[in-house]
């Protein structure tokens, strides 16, 4: 990671670091902050302890949600000048559920290259642990204030087929579980709470029994919330990640002829039946 020459642009590295125990840290993160130019972090003073503990000394610029605008046009120049520069957030992967995805966009836009360095992230480890289907899953970080926008995201948990990743401050959690209560039966919650740190908790049951069990709850809290199993995929969801060998196979088991295999696939991809047949022509 040697210094750029003059007209040569730096690199943007997206940093993981801990989100509880610090020996969680990857020897790659810890050589790439010691190796950048510059580490733009989301609060400074907290990424500060992250670096003193670790023995690295780098000049530190803050860059969070209130100053993202302004903040994003001093990277970038730095970057356009040769500078390398690693971004972190407060703990866990930047870009998720905070202003890292901003500048990530502009360097795209500026050509800048990005460069990933893996390591903790709540959500995914939350969903390991919960017990609930890991195959496919939406992540909706915090729920909106507003109502309306809020009514829209419990409807969309309500009728999603799929397990529902939420991030929540503890201070909202009860009334989450309220609005939660109120859509989701019995379907089963975890909470994921403190993950890596000395209070690390998981919390399971319905909405209702979290509601009775828990009081004055603190710490970093992640949802992961059951999927609606009475919810059934429709026709076009159904066949859209198969494979024309594998759709040909679904309807030759249920005993059809080819012609009319041909003009279901035709039908369920809505594409012409020559295009289909073309196809499994040229494959024999």
């Given at each position: 990671m040697d210094k750029k020459n003059n007209n040569e642009k730096g690199t943007l590295y997206i940093v993981a670091t801990p989100i509880g125990n610090l020996e969680d840290?990857?020897?790659?993160?810890?050589?790439?902050?010691?190796?950048?130019?510059?580490?733009?972090?989301?609060?400074?003073?907290?990424?500060?302890?992250?670096?003193?503990?670790?023995?690295?000394?780098?000049?530190?610029?803050?860059?969070?949600?209130?100053?993202?605008?302004?903040?994003?046009?001093?990277?970038?120049?730095?970057?356009?000048?040769?500078?390398?520069?690693?971004?972190?957030?407060?703990?866990?992967?930047?870009?998720?559920?905070?202003p890292g995805e901003e500048i990530i966009k502009n360097c795209i836009n500026e050509n800048i290259k990005i460069i990933p360095i893996p390591g903790a992230c709540a959500?995914?480890?939350?969903?390991?642990?919960?017990g609930l289907d890991t195959k496919e899953f939406t992540f909706l970080g915090f729920l909106p204030l507003n109502k309306k926008l809020r009514k829209n995201k419990l409807e969309e948990i309500k009728n999603s087929n799929k397990t529902i990743i939420l991030?929540?401050?503890?201070?909202?959690?009860?009334?989450?579980?309220?609005?939660?209560?109120?859509?989701?039966?019995?379907?089963?919650?975890?909470?994921?709470?403190?993950?890596?740190?000395?209070?690390?908790?998981?919390?399971r049951g319905t909405a209702l029994e979290i509601l009775s069990n828990i009081n004055n709850i603190k710490g970093e809290i992640v949802l992961i919330i059951e999927k609606n199993e009475n919810i059934k995929l429709s026709d076009e969801e159904f066949f859209k990640n198969m494979t024309l060998e594998e759709h040909y196979n679904f309807y030759m088991q249920k005993g059809m002829l080819k012609k009319d295999i041909i003009k279901k696939i035709a039908k369920?991809?809505?594409?012409?039946?020559?295009?289909?047949?073309?196809?499994?022509?040229?494959?024999k």
């Open positions: 840290i990857t020897i790659r993160a810890i050589e790439t902050l010691k190796k950048v130019d510059l580490i733009a972090a989301e609060d400074t003073r907290h990424t500060l302890g992250l670096l003193n503990h670790f023995n690295i000394s780098k000049p530190l610029i803050s860059y969070h949600r209130h100053n993202e605008e302004t903040r994003v046009n001093e990277l970038i120049e730095k970057l356009r000048n040769g500078d390398n520069i690693a971004l972190v957030s407060d703990a866990g992967t930047p870009g998720i559920s905070d959500m995914v480890n939350a969903l390991i642990c919960s991030y929540e401050a503890p201070h909202k959690l009860k009334n989450t579980l309220e609005d939660l209560q109120n859509i989701l039966d019995n379907r089963k919650i975890t909470i994921a709470r403190e993950i890596t740190k000395i209070y690390e908790e998981f919390i369920d991809k809505n594409v012409n039946k020559n295009e289909i047949y073309q196809y499994f022509l040229n494959k």
